[in-house]
């Protein structure tokens, strides 16, 4: 089955830990995305990324980092220096537009962040 | 930066009505899609209508766009009590990247 997996569904870690969230795809997507959303909000982008080895900061990426080695993978990393790290985080792909038109995003089912 | 806005934030209808969400936005797109989100889980894709289009349909779904206005609606007829969801509007930049969330209308469809 083709898709996008992220694990693991629930996480829970001590305030001062640094995490790392996994998002994997199948999809043959070039561009990836990680995103959060806070309970009743809409969702907000962290970073994204077009290529291997390349990736951009988005609205909210102070206390994240990111990095793209494979095609397939674009782990997260939530690290201690973000303040208000619980969340529910998701992951998102599509394919790279080369021409305007734009392409759907195919999410993750999510990674609900508790930490205490 | 917040792009979409949907409204009404919540919405609530008996089992067959009719729902209308709408999203409005600020600067110029490429595209708008909308996106259901069920309690809890990932976002799935329902319809991405392009800046030069101004109506499209899936199944129970219809989506119109209005440049002018910069607005869109979505419409889903003959609601069923598995619509219930949040509802998300995404518009993309003139590369179609840049995807920008709203904060969502949730959709209550009451048996």
């Known amino acids: 089955d083709g898709g996008i997996t992220q694990s693991p569904k629930y996480l829970f870690r001590k305030e001062g830990q640094n995490v790392t969230l996994s998002c994997e795809q199948n999809?043959?997507?070039?561009?990836m995305y990680w995103y959060r959303q806070d309970p009743g909000q809409g969702l907000r982008l962290i970073y994204y990324s077009q290529i291997v080895n390349d990736f951009q900061k988005g609205d909210i990426a102070e206390g994240y980092s990111v990095s793209r080695e494979k095609k397939e993978s674009f782990p997260l990393t939530v690290t201690s220096a973000q303040k208000n790290p619980t969340a529910f985080y998701l992951c998102?792909?599509?394919?790279?537009?080369?021409?305007?038109?734009?392409?759907?995003?195919?999410f993750g089912p999510g990674t609900r962040l508790t930490v205490t | 930066s917040q792009q979409g806005e949907e409204d009404p934030q919540a919405l609530s209808i008996q089992e067959g009505e009719n729902a209308t969400m709408n999203c409005s936005y600020k600067?110029?797109?490429?595209?708008l899609q909308w996106y259901r989100q069920n309690s809890g889980r990932g976002l799935v894709h329902l319809i991405l209508i392009r800046s030069n289009e101004r109506e499209k349909h899936s199944g129970r779904l219809r989506v119109t766009l209005d440049t002018s206005k910069k607005s869109s609606s979505l419409l889903i007829t003959a609601s069923r009590a598995a619509d219930t969801a949040s509802y998300f509007c995404a518009t993309g930049d003139n590369y179609g990247q840049n995807f920008v969330f709203g904060p969502g209308t949730r959709l209550s469809v009451l048996p």
């Open positions: 600067t110029s797109i490429n595209n």
């Open positions: 998102a792909s599509s394919k790279v537009v080369v021409t305007r038109g734009g392409y759907e995003q195919y």
């Open positions: 999809l043959n997507h070039d561009a």
